[in-house]
């Protein structure tokens, strides 16, 4: 075998040198339409993290964009539950102005998200970018009750292409469909790849590397144009499901084999992003629609998740979890990276879903519209200050339950609570009406376990008042939207 000359060599590292500085001299400004992801799996609990401290399950790539992005400390969905969280992400606003109706649309409702919401895709689309959904949808499905309308799905809201199940895997006859131009029937415009999911191990298995290499082929393609990819894994919401490259690998069992899958996948997608040279120009967002489904954790045997209390994740330290009004319901990672633009924080501030859309439209100069209540904040001060010396309004959230109502509000450190709504029976003999609200202290008391409404009135009726307000102004827009 001959080898290359060392001239060759030297004038190979010339020619591979010249590249990369005119590829840097016309690579986009970070400012200028930052590509962005959404990560957002689907109920996975604060304490499912290596970086959170769980000692037994290993995220390494999640945990590194922790430390070396902006980690926030207390990041919030506005419910417990997969639909109405998802549509409080992409429109930025709570879920009782959607009309959904209740806080899950199954795959039989009539409900689906609404015409007249802008989500963020549709903002990011009508400002040039490339859009695609990779993963779970849950806002709406074809059906008779709607006249099979494809107004339910994500390419009437949107996005380009789409390639995800219509409901939670664990639904009978949950479907995974992809985007069809071409439009194969039996649905117009998608391709049944898979129905029956539940009873489709090898289906459910590969979800999440389907997933993942569709995101990682649509990164490749667009990377030398704006873009906004939304991945939503199924993962680890009931069953769990893993492929078998990572069956049996973690300490922590199936769940922790799934946080892994989880982990490599998003190392993939950043991976991508790096090789194509657009790592300072894409902000990459991780989170989580609700905590973890503790309903389950003292099962014995569940008819379809086998041994289901091995296989629900952590809330820890904070209280409850999916299905509840308490912190381990609405409390989730949330994980703002972005190389170069944003630097390594712990960011203590509180912040929501609500505010992901308002700020990414900051970010990519997309009109915010002017036409609707919206909800969130632009938060770019506090993801990174350094770069973005903007003002953030106080934080204020409601939290929200099964009917889209809200009943708990929060401000500064302060939670107040008018009813109680839990799925596990951890309650401790605590009971909240509107007349005898609870109220804790949610930076001090992380379990929510000392009710201080006696000790501070003036915030009860503070916080109390400020709920009602917000309450009727939320039931009057749903009684007089379309």
């Known amino acids: 075998m001959t080898l290359p000359s060392r001239n060759f060599i030297t004038m190979k590292t010339i020619i591979f040198t010249l590249l990369a500085t005119v590829s840097s001299l016309i690579a986009r400004d970070p400012l200028d339409k930052p590509n962005v992801i959404i990560i957002y799996l689907d109920d996975s609990g604060y304490g499912d993290y290596s970086h959170h401290g769980n000692p037994v399950i290993e995220t390494p790539t999640i945990s590194k964009m922790a430390a070396n992005g902006a980690n926030f400390t207390q990041f919030y969905v506005t419910t417990a539950a997969c639909s109405a969280s998802r549509y409080s992400l992409l429109t930025g606003r709570y879920p009782g102005r959607s009309g959904?109706?209740?806080?899950?649309?199954?795959?039989?409702?009539?409900?689906?998200?609404?015409?007249?919401?802008?989500?963020?895709?549709?903002?990011?689309?009508?400002n040039g970018y490339q859009t695609g959904m990779f993963g779970k949808w849950h806002l709406g499905s074809p059906n008779p009750k709607n006249q099979m309308s494809l107004k339910t799905l994500p390419l009437a809201h949107g996005f380009d292409r789409w390639i995800g199940t219509n409901v939670s895997h664990d639904y009978a006859n949950s479907k995974l469909l992809e985007s069809d131009p071409q439009g194969t029937k039996p649905i117009i415009g998608y391709k049944e790849l898979a129905i029956n999911l539940p009873s489709n191990d090898e289906a459910s298995r590969s979800l999440t590397k389907v997933y993942t290499d569709a995101a990682v082929k649509f990164i490749n393609e667009k990377s030398d144009q704006?873009?906004?990819?939304?991945?939503?894994?199924?993962?680890?919401?009931?069953?769990?499901?893993?492929?078998?490259?990572?069956?049996?690998?973690?300490?922590?069992?199936?769940?922790?084999?799934?946080?892994?899958?989880?982990?490599?996948?998003?190392?993939?997608?950043?991976?991508?992003?790096?090789?194509?040279?657009?790592?300072?120009?894409?902000?990459?967002?991780?989170?989580?629609?609700?905590?973890?489904?503790l309903l389950f954790r003292n099962t014995e045997k569940h008819p379809k998740y086998g041994e289901a209390r091995t296989h629900v994740g952590y809330a820890q330290p904070f209280?409850?979890?999916?299905?509840?009004?308490?912190?381990?319901?609405?409390?989730?990672?949330?994980?703002?990276?972005?190389?170069?633009?944003?630097?390594?924080?712990?960011?203590?501030?509180?912040?929501?879903?609500?505010?992901?859309?308002?700020?990414?439209?900051?970010?990519?100069?997309?009109?915010?519209?002017?036409?609707?209540?919206?909800?969130?904040?632009?938060?770019?001060?506090?993801?990174?200050?350094?770069?973005?010396?903007?003002?953030?309004?106080?934080?204020?959230?409601?939290?929200?339950?099964?009917?889209?109502?809200?009943?708990?509000?929060?401000?500064?450190?302060?939670?107040?609570?008018?009813?109680?709504?839990?799925?596990?029976?951890?309650?401790?003999?605590?009971?909240?009406t509107l007349e005898s609200p609870l109220l804790f202290n949610v930076e001090h008391d992380l379990g929510e376990r000392i009710n201080r409404a006696s000790e501070h009135p003036k915030i009860v009726a503070k916080l109390k008042a400020r709920l009602i307000e917000m309450k009727q102004e939320i039931e009057f827009e749903e009684e007089f939207s379309e």
């Open 319 to 432: 209280r409850n979890g999916k299905g509840s009004t308490w912190e381990g319901g609405h409390r989730v990672p949330g994980i703002f990276y972005w190389p170069g633009v944003i630097g390594p924080k712990r960011q203590l501030e509180p912040a929501s879903t609500l505010d992901v859309l308002p700020t990414i439209f900051k970010l990519t100069e997309t009109p915010i519209p002017k036409d609707r209540s919206l909800d969130g904040r632009d938060i770019r001060g506090l993801i990174s200050p350094e770069v973005f010396q903007t003002n953030v309004e106080p934080f204020e959230l409601l939290y929200s339950h099964s009917r889209n109502k809200p009943s708990s509000i929060r401000q500064g450190p302060w939670k107040l609570i008018t009813q109680i709504r839990s799925q596990i029976k951890d309650d401790s003999g605590f009971k909240a």
């Open 100 to 126: 959904l109706g209740s806080w899950v649309v199954g795959p039989g409702s009539k409900n689906h998200i609404r015409d007249k919401e802008i989500t963020i895709a549709e903002g990011l689309k009508a």
């Open 226 to 293: 704006p873009f906004f990819a939304y991945v939503a894994y199924n993962q680890p919401h009931l069953g769990l499901y893993v492929a078998d490259e990572f069956k049996g690998k973690s300490r922590r069992g199936l769940l922790g084999d799934v946080m892994a899958e989880i982990d490599h996948s998003v190392s993939r997608i950043l991976t991508a992003v790096e090789k194509k040279g657009i790592a300072q120009n894409t902000l990459v967002i991780f989170s989580s629609d609700n905590g973890p489904w």
